[in-house]
């Protein structure tokens, strides 16, 4: 590994800001921006969805960034660079979002409106998507390899924190549309974003002067070549096929939440739109458990905590079934709390392995891969949810409670499912063939744990 040092509460800190901008970028685009297109100019929630969804049909770039940045070096540094090309592109896009909305909000037909929001969610998805790998790559490289994973989890937990954070602070800023306070919540973003994004990375990887001139370096592997080396490796494909199954399970429920709190047991909108607080909170508090109690357990041995955790949501999404066909309000609370704590234990077992599914050499375009398992079927799995909700309920006229729990079943189904293709993934071995060091004791011990 080319840099490696010690990674301080403090340098973890810094490098977290790096998600404040990420948090207001996000918010701004997905949340405000499509509520006011739908709810307040009365424009259909499809073309709206499609454009932000265009970040889904364009996650391929994740591969070519990390891919650069595992080879190209520029003015000595491999990861920032392209950092900063991409969070760039997402500062430039948001005024066009702004440009949408102020031409929208005249005619919902105009098409120099919907070509400024086409720009915007466009460029603002290439941005987030070839910096969104080599950013992990950094974090992973800027701590000893036995910390690589829990340094990983503790950016990510702050990401949670900071999209709680920026929602509350936006939604009592702008209670209701107002186009010049949506001006000024773009002109924060930038600037602040764009500040943060600095602060966080400037300094971080350490820059490696160039070969000399008469010094032959070996050639580069081409983009094609390392995917077919990657995927030659069934534990690497039992790995994407994990991320995709364990996502499309996990987020079959995300588009349906709010229905089934209105649809179930009539509760009011300001009701359901606290669902996704509960079991966020509590992904939070059980990361930053997780991040106390398994801080000093080396990445490669975080297999059976993320089983633990799949089990856990799988019983969430049981309770939650149960509620709904039931009619037991009382427990949905509860149901969303469970579920919200094994999804904090697996994605702190989740992101160490793939820190260790990701070597060193190729570690920007590992990561790439593992970003698209994640995007493309995390909106894969909010889809289907969607649809066979309509399926179920609208089509086929099941009752509410029943539509509801088969959903919940079926994503029970799948996250136990996930649990069985993750105990046939070699992690151990993958490690150590790819030069980690593995203190078999320990293993042993970590397995009978």
């Known amino acids: 590994m080319e840099q490696e040092t010690r990674f301080t509460f403090w340098r973890g ?18 949340s405000i921006w499509n509520r006011i297109l739908i709810t307040s100019f009365g424009i259909p929630a499809t073309p709206v969805s499609l454009l932000i969804a265009i970040r889904y049909l364009i996650s391929p770039l994740s591969l070519w960034a990390g891919h650069l940045s595992d080879n190209k070096r520029i003015f000595g540094l491999r990861r920032t660079p392209i950092i900063w090309l991409g969070r760039g592109l997402m500062a430039i896009s948001l005024p066009f979002l702004g440009l949408s909305v102020v031409r929208l909000g005249v005619d919902s037909r105009d098409p120099l409106g919907w070509t400024f929001a086409a720009l915007s969610t466009l460029i603002y998805g290439i941005g987030t998507l070839i910096s969104g790998g080599p950013f992990l790559a950094l974090v992973r490289e800027s701590a000893p390899e036995e910390r690589q994973g829990s340094a990983i989890a503790f950016i990510e937990t702050l990401l949670i924190i900071f999209y709680a954070i920026v929602g509350i602070v936006f939604s009592v800023w702008m209670p209701v549309f107002d186009l010049q306070t949506f001006w000024q919540m773009i002109a924060l973003t930038v600037i602040a974003g764009g500040f943060f994004w600095l602060f966080a990375t400037v300094g971080i990887e350490h820059r490696q002067p160039d070969r000399a001139s008469g010094e032959r370096q070996p050639p580069a592997d081409g983009l094609g070549t390392v995917l077919r080396e990657i995927w030659a490796d069934n534990r690497t494909r039992r790995f994407f096929f994990f991320l995709a199954l364990t996502m499309f399970s996990a987020w079959a429920k995300d588009a349906i939440l709010e229905p089934f709190g209105a649809d179930v047991f009539g509760l009011s909108m300001g009701a359901t739109t606290r669902f996704n607080s509960y079991w966020q ?79 060193d050499r190729h570690a ?62 070699d992690i151990l071995g993958f490690a150590r063939d790819t030069g980690r060091h593995v203190d078999m004791v320990e293993a042993r011990m970590a397995a009978a744990d």
Request: no cysteine; charged share 10%; aromatic share 8%.
């Open 13 to 30: 800190l810094r490098l977290g800001t790096f998600h404040i901008g990420s948090a207001m970028g996000d918010i701004l685009m997905t």
């Open 281 to 359: 909170t509590a992904t939070v508090v059980t990361l930053i458990a997780g991040g106390i109690a398994w801080r000093k357990r080396r990445p490669e041995l975080q297999g059976r905590i993320s089983q633990v955790g799949l089990l856990i949501m799988a019983l969430g999404m049981i309770m939650l079934a149960a509620t709904s066909l039931a009619g037991l309000r009382h427990l949905v609370e509860p149901a969303l709390l469970v579920f919200g704590s094994g999804f904090g234990i697996y994605t702190f077992g989740g992101l160490s392995l793939m820190a260790v599914m990701s070597p």
């Open 364 to 425: 920007g375009t590992y990561l790439g891969l593992w970003s698209i398992s994640i995007l493309v079927f995390k909106g894969l799995g909010t889809f289907t949810g969607g649809a066979l909700r309509d399926v179920l309920l609208l089509r086929l006229g099941l009752d509410a409670g029943l539509a509801y729990s088969i959903i919940f079943v079926l994503q029970a189904v799948g996250l136990t499912a996930a649990v069985l293709v993750l105990s046939r993934i």
